[in-house]
């Protein structure tokens, strides 16, 4: 994998290496972008795109305001994952906040709160 910030090759390493903790998964790192994403487990296939400082904070944001719409059982994990889909006009293989960019975030963040307090 290639880092999307400079466009170096990442480092892959497990997650013991990179935290000094073992999580049971494996990492795709660039050092010096401060940018990395985990793997699925103990395989190679990344979570999502790798995502810098400024990224991880955005994505973070937007799970915050989205895990709630399923967990509060409003609707149902698939519901919410539909709703993703048609708010931000993505196919279900892209609907997921860790493939989102920077632009995807902040406007996820948007329309969740929207959605959620009715700030119309
Ligand atoms: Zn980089």
């Not at 296939?45 to 810098?52: E, F, I, K, Q, Y």
């Not at 709703?83 to 948007?110: F, R, S, T, V, Y």
Request: proline letters at 3%; charged letters at 25%; hydrophobic letters at 35%.
């Amino acid at each position: 994998m290639d880092c999307p910030y400079c466009g170096k090759t990442a480092l892959f390493m497990s997650s013991k290496d990179f935290y000094g903790k073992d999580f049971g998964s494996n990492m795709y790192v660039c050092k010096s972008c401060d940018a990395y994403v985990g793997t699925h487990g103990n395989s190679k296939a990344p979570l999502g795109t790798m995502a810098n400082a400024q990224l991880r904070s955005l994505r973070k944001a937007a799970h915050s305001l989205f895990d709630p719409l399923w967990k509060g059982r409003k609707m149902s994990r698939d519901g919410a994952y539909r709703w993703l889909q048609d708010n931000m006009n993505l196919p279900a293989d892209k609907a997921h906040i860790g493939m989102l960019n920077d632009d995807q975030c902040k406007e996820l963040i948007q329309k969740l709160k929207t959605y959620r307090f009715g700030a119309n």
